[in-house]
């Protein structure tokens, strides 16, 4: 079966606009963050901390149970020690990557990030 010349054009229109929307779609999914505030809720006070990819730290986030231990380097923020019993905030994995949070219920912590409006 031999296709038109018509049928040959619409095949390859259709086929440019699923290229292009994966283009959109990965280049928006992907794009690098260059900044973001992240906000360090304990059960005692709150702090705000502006958060790039040459940014690297180690904070020692006080909760009822026992210290909070979280790291920051190149961007990315994870849990790496935590007195709870179940670790959940542990494997929550690290922000941006995760959606932009990190809790740690049982020690009253909660991590978020703040990305800038785009």
Excluded at 45 to 68: A, K, Y
Excluded at 96 to 102: Q, T, V
Aim: aromatic content about 8%; proline content about 4%.
């Amino acid at each position: 079966m031999k296709l038109s010349w018509k049928n040959r054009f619409l095949v390859l229109l259709l086929l440019g606009i699923a290229l292009v929307g994966m283009i959109v779609f990965f280049h928006s999914r992907f794009k690098t963050i260059e900044s973001y505030q992240l906000v360090i809720k304990d059960f005692k006070n709150q702090q705000e901390i502006l958060v790039d990819n040459t940014t690297n730290s180690v904070l020692m986030i006080e909760g009822p149970l026992g210290n909070t231990e979280v790291h920051i380097h190149q961007g990315k923020v994870w849990v790496s020690s935590s007195p709870c019993l179940d670790k959940i905030c542990i494997h929550m994995g690290k922000i941006p990557d995760n959606g932009g949070f990190i809790a740690c219920l049982p020690n009253r912590v909660i991590i978020r990030a703040l990305f800038p409006d785009e």
